[in-house]
């Protein structure tokens, strides 16, 4: 032991005690034998937060501010369904220049505003205006073109008005020759052709179609393509020669549409093969000629129409059935056969020699003949037949 080094021991004292400030020159001033501050675990830990504080404003500022410039800059889309062009900026002056550059399954947002271009769309695509009334396509194609071409499956038109006032039979607004194609909330007007569909499984939601001095809608099947399963919901179609026209078209479904003073038909089934078409919930009033025009269009379906001031012909048309509806009236020619099930209100009936019309079911509000005006004119009584 008297070898070894005796350590003084020195006496552990709190930090508040062992060190004083001088309160006269802000010196600090320790007691001799102080041992060095330790970090305090509090003190770290609020170091830290301090940190993690700083740096979340930071990113936050950056998401807000620098990311939404930058997402600007780079309007093509990287990802399906995200907004690949605004229209009518700097970035893309054009509708057709956005379309080009666009990935596949982008959403196109169109300003408002006169947009005089021709487009044609080759990719799957969602173009969407503002509101109808305000975001509008008015270039003037050339004759017999369409001032928009669907060439693609799966495109989408939203909210545009579409007007093309060029010379020809056949010049169309929008010209459908991609299945599975969907419009909605558009105006189709000052046009010959509102809407002409070459193939299938196109869908015509909520439009309304005016002064189509030849069709509103055109579905134009032939013998080497099919138009079929087109569905037209909630449409109007005013002051139009055709409200709507089918050619080579079947299995199709007309529903919730409203047809006022077109100059030829509401409906016009033309040509043959239009077969097993239904057309439900319809109001047709006031067209020149007639409601609805069927020629070689077997199985058709109608219910729940209002066929008022307007006559349905049927020629060589049949298996049709008619249920649930209210009709001026109804003429039957050329070895057609008509079934009317639950009638609400029939005014006249007219067959040639060669046709027929049944009576499946009787309402309790009309019992022909007697509260049912049945013209025949020179035809015969045989022809209309009350079936139990």
């Known amino acids: ?20 400030i001088n309160q006269n ?7 001799p034998f102080e041992p060095e501050k330790p970090l305090h675990k509090s003190i770290a830990r609020r170091a ?20 939404p410039a930058i997402s600007a800059r780079n309007i093509v889309a990287t990802e399906i369904n995200q907004v690949a062009a605004i229209c009518g900026t700097n970035e893309y002056p054009s509708i057709q220049q956005a379309i080009n550059q666009a990935l596949p399954n982008a959403t196109i947002i169109v300003t408002a505003g006169a947009h005089n271009e021709r487009l044609t769309v080759n990719k799957s695509l969602i173009i969407r205006g503002y509101a109808p009334e305000t975001t509008k396509l008015t270039a003037i194609s050339g004759e017999n073109n369409a001032v ?76 080497i393509s099919t138009c079929d399963d087109t569905r037209i919901i909630a449409c109007v179609f ?11 078209s079947s299995e199709n479904l007309i529903a919730d549409c409203c047809f006022y003073n077109n100059t030829h038909a509401g409906i016009d089934m033309i040509k043959c093969l239009n ?24 199985s058709l379906s109608m219910t729940h129409c209002t066929i008022l001031h307007d006559c ?24 057609t056969s008509l079934f009317i099930d639950q009638p ?45």
């Not at 830290?48 to 990311?67: D, E, P």
């Not at 319809?282 to 069927?294: I, K």
């Not at 019309?357 to 015969?380: A, D, G, H, L, T």
Request: net charge positive; charged share 15%.
């Open 1 to 20: 032991m008297d070898g070894m080094q005796r350590v003084p021991i020195v006496r552990r004292h709190s930090n508040r005690n062992l060190e004083r």
């Open 25 to 31: 020159n802000n010196r600090r001033i320790v007691t």
């Open 48 to 67: 830290i937060l301090r940190y993690v504080r700083i740096y979340s404003m930071l990113f936050l500022f950056m998401m807000g501010t620098i990311m």
């Open 148 to 223: 928009l071409t669907i060439n693609a499956q799966g495109v989408t038109i939203v909210n545009l008005s579409v007007y093309n006032k060029a010379q020809g039979l056949y010049t169309t607004g929008i010209s459908v020759r991609g299945s599975h194609t969907t419009i909605s909330h558009c105006i189709l007007q000052d046009t010959p052709i509102g809407i002409a569909v070459w193939s299938s499984n196109t869908t015509i939601t909520r439009c309304t179609f005016c002064n189509c001095t030849d069709e509103g809608i055109a579905l134009l099947g032939s013998s």
């Open 238 to 248: 005013l002051k139009n020669g055709d409200g709507i026209e089918l050619q080579r």
């Open 275 to 298: 077969r097993n078409n239904s057309v439900n919930d319809c109001s047709f009033s006031s067209n020149y000629c007639f409601g609805m025009y069927c020629a070689s269009a077997p």
């Open 312 to 335: 349905i012909e049927l020629l060589n048309t049949k298996g049709c059935v008619l249920s649930s509806s209210t009709i001026t009236e109804v003429r039957l020619l050329d070895n």
């Open 344 to 388: 609400r209100q029939i005014a006249c009936i007219n067959c040639d020699p060669t046709s027929r019309c049944f009576f499946v079911r009787q309402s309790e509000s009309i019992k022909p003949p007697s509260q049912v005006k049945i013209s025949f004119q020179k035809y015969r009584l045989q022809n209309l037949q009350f079936l139990p």
